[in-house]
Structure formats: structure tokens, C-alpha cells
């Protein structure tokens, strides 16, 4: 019984290092979304880079360029790699949606451009869940809204960016009855909204 015991242990924990678990996928212009989004074969869109990641996992954009616009469902960071140019480009509904993630986890935006086509029909980052969210040292430029949180007891975070020419800079809706959102903007650039 006790080698038994023990030969279903070693099983077990070969099966769990066998499936490992995808902490960080890498996103290139250059990559293609049937890649396993590794650094040496990375997908070519962030929505990929996204669902390929475990939950609390990072999205790293390893090439400069143009990106898709992305939705986001579980917490995760989505940064670009240092020197790295990594605009997200929309021309209608949004640059990054966030919905789905659970009141208590976090989702973080670093080193992005975002960059709208056209101002009327396009938003930057439009968040929807009650966790929270840190945007970092991001660039918005030409959306109808840059930033716009509509949450149930969230917090936002928002770091070193630069909001300019946009219709709308920042638009926080705070939860309705209960509840609280806390918002922080320290050391950002906000003109010509």
C-alpha cells in the first residue's frame, strides 16, 4: 500500500510540473496568435497574450508598433517591455475593456499608448469591475473618453500618464447606493481635454 501510495504521488506531481503554469505570454507585430505566445514564439495580438496567461499572470509586448484594441477578463498586467513603443490603436468602442475580474483583484496597464482614430466613437480604457486598477506611466490621445471607470467599490490608480486631446480626460461614476470608488491621480499630464 505504501508503494502504491507513493508511486501516485511522484504521478500526480509529474502531471502538475507537466501542465506548469503560463505566468507571462509575449506579444510581438511580428508574432502570430497560433504561437504558444512564448518569448521565442510570441502571438501577435494582446487579446491572445491575455487568454493564454494564468490569472495574476503579465502580458509583455516585446516589439514596438501598433497593436489591436483588447478586452481583459481575469487580473493580469499588461506592460510593454522597456523601449519598447507599443501603441493600442482603436477606432471604435474601446482600446482595453475590463469586465470580469472579482471585487478584491487587480489589473494593471504600464508603459502603453493609446491612441484613438476617432474621438467620437472610440473610448481609451473603460473599466467595469469592482477591483482594482493601475495605470502607469500610459498615454492617451484623441478618444471621446480617455479613462472612464464605472465600478461597485473599486479603486483606480493612475501614474505618471499623460491625458492630451482627448474629449473627456478622466469620468469616475461611483457605485450606486452603497459603496465607495477611491480614486488617485498623482503626477499626471492632463491638457486639452
Known amino acids: ?21 503560463v505566468t507571462n505570454t509575449y506579444v510581438a507585430v511580428s508574432g502570430n496568435d497560433a504561437n504558444p505566445c512564448t518569448a ?3 502571438c501577435a495580438t ?4 491575455v487568454t493564454a ?27 510593454a517591455a522597456d523601449g519598447v513603443n507599443a501603441s493600442i490603436v ?9 469586465i470580469g475580474p472579482q471585487p478584491g ?17 472610440a473610448n ?9 486598477l493601475n495605470i502607469d506611466n500610459c498615454t492617451f490621445t484623441g478618444f471621446h473618453s480617455a479613462i472612464g ?12 500618464s499623460t491625458l492630451r486631446n482627448n474629449l473627456f480626460g478622466i469620468g469616475i461614476i461611483g457605485p450606486v447606493g452603497e459603496g465607495i470608488t477611491r480614486v488617485t491621480i498623482d503626477n499626471c499630464l492632463i491638457e486639452s481635454n
Open 90 to 98: 482603436a477606432d471604435i468602442a474601446y482600446a482595453a475593456f475590463i
Open 40 to 42: 521565442a514564439q510570441p
Open 46 to 49: 494582446v487579446f491572445r497574450g
Open 105 to 121: 483583484e487587480v489589473v494593471s496597464l504600464r508603459n502603453l499608448h493609446f491612441i484613438g482614430i476617432n474621438s467620437m466613437a
Open 149 to 160: 471607470a464605472s465600478t461597485n467599490q473599486g479603486r483606480v490608480f493612475i501614474h505618471n
Open 53 to 79: 496567461v494564468d490569472p495574476g499572470g503579465k502580458v509583455v509586448i516585446i516589439e514596438s508598433g501598433d497593436y489591436q484594441r483588447f478586452s481583459i477578463t481575469k487580473p493580469v498586467t499588461v506592460a
Open 124 to 132: 481609451g480604457v473603460t473599466n467595469s469591475f469592482g477591483g482594482t
Open 1 to 21: 500500500n505504501r508503494s502504491i501510495f507513493i508511486a501516485t504521488l511522484v504521478m500526480v506531481a509529474a502531471a502538475i510540473s507537466a501542465t506548469g503554469q
